[in-house]
């Protein structure tokens, strides 16, 4: 066990990570301002993807692994990001790594995580874990998600770590050495919040083509939930409601989409740099957050009132059919909302982070 | 695969961050229970009747084990083929009885990985009734599988 690493739960795994192994060099960085510096915000519909219960994918934040490498660079950190051909070679060198001393963050595939409760056994091969130490062949596991250090085979490792699934990263593993002790934190912020809103606000000319990334894909999102009960039916059209409404506040979004971490970052962002804009503009976003916190306690209140089994559908749809049509137009507008407010958000932040 | 009497529940205890404001206005991490919590149970629930839904399909010979695992894990062809590196055709093939009958050993064993079980599992479904613990230990590359079966301390007495 790497007896100076800390082991501390966050709210989402990536953020998390990064923000423990930043802390072990002797950066006292925090998960919002990880997040904020990593562009964390975004939004994809994506249409071609499905999730386990058929409804489209929607991804709230950067690409898996993006917000470590952003932080990297912005950071000027000293270390390394890199995906192995095998899984062997990544466990040789995190071995030789753990036994340096150094905490290696692994990107892994959730369904492996025995030490985590059965429901959240699922196959997301993009979830970031630190491994900070190993007794033989057994890992001690910090896992953002789980409050105590947990324990994984080299086995279950092995398996976790070679997925080929979309999405998962082909044995990634990363490795902070040493970060510098001054950072231009004005340019780093201004630079990270440009990013971030350039891929929230895309230009004109390619909004049509990409109408499910950032403020259009919102838009999209939001025009898509009135067809749900045509496309979908029974405990499909549950599960699906349900789970976009788990996946907005507790899939490791910290509540209200990201949008509260968003919110917390740039309030420390007002204060590190003095900045008074900043303070009015977190305080916008944290209040959009708790209103898409409300939005999602809608959604599972509708959900909920599809039946659980297959047969008593038809019946269920013949009485309720209006009723719930209505509603779930109504939650259609308040996303709608939620794009043009955060699009106007957006444009003033950019405004905002171009004057530091 | 051992299937004992009860359904699983949800325990509780589980604890996430979350953000949110404090009385001085700033936006804080806090460690509690989920939001959905409530939801947790449901999923169980939810998870139970699937299972006896798609266990009741595969006995009636409407689908293969492959094909009862894939569905009660949600996965499509699409999400297996590339963990087990066949196409999503030959996949989608495997999840009907005839279709499962042409598959190696070592090609289920993929899927044992993927699935998290053993091979001796996609072949029998061991129910358990009573109050009985029961531990599962894999052999031979998740070829075969020993079960210990054991009662409840409680019961012993």
Known sequence: ?356 | MIITGTRQRFEGGLRIIRYERNETGRCVPCLRPPETEAEIDIYYEQRDIDFKRLHGELCAGVMSPVGFFAAYFNMSPKDIAPMVGLSESTVGKHMSPRGFEKATIEILKRYARVFDISVADLFSFVFLHGDLDHEVHYLADRLMERVDVNRRPSQAQ
């Open chain 1, 1 to 356: 066990m790497i007896e100076s690493y800390r082991h501390q739960v966050a709210a989402h795994c990536e953020t998390g990570s990064t923000r423990n192994l930043l802390n072990h060099v002797g950066l006292p960085i925090t998960e919002p301002m990880v997040f904020g510096l990593g562009s964390g915000p975004a939004f994809f519909y994506l249409f071609f993807t499905r999730t386990p219960k058929r409804f489209p994918f929607v991804a709230l934040r950067n690409p898996p692994g993006k917000v470590l490498r952003n932080n990297f660079r912005m950071l000027g950190v000293e270390g390394t990001v890199k995906c192995h051909r095998t899984t062997r070679e990544a466990m040789e060198e995190a071995n030789r790594l753990i036994d340096d001393g150094i905490p290696v963050m692994a990107c892994v595939d959730m369904f492996y995580m025995r030490y985590l409760p059965a429901f959240m056994h699922i196959h997301a091969p993009f979830h970031f874990v630190v491994l900070m130490g190993r007794d033989g062949d057994t890992y001690a596991v910090s896992d953002p998600y789980h409050e105590p250090v947990g324990r994984l085979s080299a086995e279950d490792l092995a398996l976790a770590w070679d997925i080929r699934a979309p999405f998962s990263k082909g044995n990634l593993i990363a490795y902070v050495r040493s970060v510098p002790n001054e950072h231009d934190w004005r340019r780093i912020a201004a630079k990270a919040i440009g990013r971030t809103c350039r891929n929230m606000i895309l230009p004109p000319l390619v909004r049509k083509g990409f109408f499910f990334v950032g403020i259009e894909g919102m838009k999209t999102y939001s025009r898509r939930m009135t067809t749900w009960p045509r496309d979908y039916r029974g405990v499909a059209l549950r599960e699906g409601i349900l789970l976009s409404a788990v996946g907005f506040e507790d899939q490791g979004t910290g509540g209200g989409a990201f949008r509260l971490l968003y919110g917390a970052f740039l309030q420390e962002l007002a204060q590190l740099l003095d900045e008074r804009a900043f303070e009015g503009l977190a305080d916008r976003i944290i209040e959009h957050g708790q209103n898409w916190r409300r939005f999602s306690g809608r959604l599972i209140a509708l959900g909920k009132r599809v039946p659980m089994k297959e047969e008593a559908f038809d019946a269920f749809w013949k009485s309720e059919a209006a009723s719930f049509e209505k509603e779930l137009r109504e939650l259609s507008d308040r996303f709608a909302e939620f794009a043009f407010l955060e699009e106007r958000f957006l444009i003033e932040l950019r405004a905002a982070a171009r004057r530091l």
